[in-house]
């Protein structure tokens, strides 16, 4: 079970930040509904891709360990897969202080996502497709990011998530419900069909999705606001803080994968049971809050942005 106490007083990201940002008053995109009517051609209920127990002999969610200050560091070495090929030249190079013993998610199926969390010097350290070796990890891309900073990747750079952003801030913890309030955005995915070749801020990265459509966009790091109008009451305590958090900080498109699946962190804690009844809500509860400038691979003005 994570540290909990370890991470009571981490502030994830100064004050400013658009992870800190409450969004259940900025107004919504002018593409929101047509956004909308085309997630929903889907119907598809909002899942909670984390919990208790195992799944096909795995630990449900994405793991994490906190690592103490003085971590010793190992070796990261970056290599390609099978699926996407490999992003070493936009991943930040080790080493990095994540132990050889550190949670892989699915215990090394799936995305093998691992993360740690420096709590005593605000680091957070992440890798994608991810494995041990005798001395370090190899993975196909990895990120560090200082959680006392705004600082964003360079422009175009993925990270140990498909849109250049960092995992951990946009996981269900238990620990945080538990406290009652979730204060991030929750990170979700959706099938590569539903995504557009595009992203907006704080996404850097985009992938190849195949939603070209101009008059519904959906780009990484687009938000979506669950609508106040969605009556939470009659849900668990613990579901009404994740809801709460939907209508007050969104859900955040960070990655290609099973349509609206929100992430979180495997807990022995998690009532599964309980968790299902997340899944009465559908695409049609949510609203798209305004999006910045979209950032359109299509075009070749802003491709020639793109960090070297």
Known sequence: ????????????????????KDISQAPLDARSSAIINFLNQTNAPLFNDF??????????????????????????????????GNYGNESDPGPFPIPLSAPVEGN????????????????????????????????????????????????CYTS????????????????????????????????????????????????????????????????????ASVNIGGYSANNRVILTAMKTYGIILADIGSNFYISGAPDPRWNNSDLQALRAIRPSDFEVVQMGSIFDSGKPADVATCAP
């Open 1 to 20: 079970m994570p540290d909990a106490s370890a991470l009571a007083n981490l502030s994830i990201f100064p004050a400013d930040n658009p992870w800190r």
């Open 51 to 84: 919990g208790s127990g195992l799944y096909l002999g795995s630990p449900i969610g994405i793991p994490f360990v906190v690592v103490c200050g003085n971590q010793p560091t190992v070796p990261i070495t970056y290599r390609g897969n099978t699926y996407d």
């Open 108 to 155: 090394g199926g799936g995305d093998s996502h691992v993360i740690a969390v420096d709590a005593a010097n605000h680091k957070l350290y992440e890798l994608y497709n991810a494995s041990v070796t005798n001395t370090g990890w190899q993975a196909s891309s990895g990120a560090k990011f200082d959680l006392n900073s705004n600082a964003l990747r360079p422009l």
């Open 160 to 227: 140990a998530d498909a849109a250049g952003l960092p995992i951990f801030p946009g996981l269900v913890r238990y620990d945080e419900v538990a406290s009652g309030t979730i204060r991030h955005p929750i990170r979700f995915t959706l099938n590569k069909s539903l995504v557009s070749p595009m992203f907006v801020a704080p996404a850097r990265h985009y992938v190849n999705g195949t939603n070209t459509n101009a008059a519904y966009p959906t780009p990484m790091g687009m938000r979506l606001r669950l609508k």
